[in-house]
Structures are given as C-alpha cells and as structure tokens.
C-alpha cells in the first residue's frame, strides 16, 4: 500500500472513454425527446440545471426542445458547492460531507411547473438531495423530475432519475469524468480509475 502525504492528489487513470462528443449530442437530442414525451410538450415544463456541469447540459437540452417544438423552455440553475464523491477523491473528509448549497436564486418560477432538474452525473443521490431542498425553497414545482447524463449506481438515498443518458456500472474505486465544451474545452465522459 502506498502511502500519500496529506493533501497529496490521488492519481487517476484513464480506462475507457464511454462517450464522444458525437454521442453525448446524440443522448441530449434523445433526452429532449424523452422530456417531451413524458411531459407532453414544452407547457408549463421548466429546465434547472444544477452548477457546474448541468447548467451547460440543461441550456443544450433547452436549445433542442426549442427547436423541435418551436417554443422556449424556460431555464434556470442552482448554484451549489459539490463536494461529490465521484469528484472529490484528493479529500476524504470531503467525502463524508454533504453538498452546501451557496445560492439558492434559480432565476425562473417553478411554482406549479414540472420541473426538469439536469445534472451530469448521478452517484450516491446526495448532490440531487441538496439540490432538491435548494429548489423547494424556492417554490413548490407540480412535478419534480431528474435528468442525468450518466447514471453510475452506488446509490446511498433513494433517489433514481427519470431520464439516464446513459446507466454505467462502476467499482468504488473508478470516477467518472464529463468534460464538457463550455467549461473544459472538451467534449467526451471517461471512466477513470484510482491507481
């Protein structure tokens, strides 16, 4: 066993990439599909994407729905600090740490709306946890559904999604990485693994 001095990074590898950039539009352009199917169109129907990685998601989904449908979704985000387990392996007290939210302003009313909450990944449930709490705060939405990119199992709360971009099997040990255009001048998901 290898010992690391505190505050010293895990090290990652890369051990498959599970999405391109041409297959996470292609899920988004399905994802969109699915939201309007299961809300019968654009009324009353409201996008909040949870910060960093869901907002872009949610603005790309937003653009999709308008263009099928001809109509603006409105779109909001919720600005929380995210000490995910899937992301936050260089602190294990961060591990144990719930998500804090820092803002809790959306942008949109949701009172009544089905609301459409986007993320990026889906792990222990504890980031939608906050996330839900944040937005309830904020008005009391008719229907609450959950949006993901990737679903990754390993759930602690019993909180599934509605809609799954797609649904990967992973070890404790492994992390899943979404690099995304808007924020890191990529575009693909990687499955990566502590060594």
Known sequence: MNARAPGHPVEVQQ??????????????IRLA??????????????????RRRGV????????IIQRIEKKP????????TLYRDDLSMNDPSARDSKPVVQKTEIGVPIEGKSVVLVDDVLYTGRTTRAAMDAL????????????????RGHR??????????????TTENQIIEV???EIDDAEKVLLMEKV
Request: proline share 5%; net charge positive; charged share 30%.
């Open 15 to 28: 051990r498959a990439q599970l999405m391109s950039a041409s297959e996470v539009e292609r899920t988004l």
């Open 33 to 50: 599909h699915e939201i309007l199917e299961k809300n019968n169109g654009v009324e009353d129907l409201v996008l909040v994407g949870i």
């Open 56 to 63: 872009p998601l949610a603005e790309r989904l937003a653009k």
């Open 73 to 80: 979704v409105p779109l909001g985000t919720l600005d929380i």
């Open 136 to 151: 309830f705060r904020s008005g009391r939405p008719k229907r609450l559904q959950l949006c993901v990119l990737i679903d």
């Open 156 to 169: 602690e709360l019993p909180i599934e999604a509605a809609f799954v971009g797609r649904a990967v099997q």
């Open 179 to 181: 690099k995304l255009r």
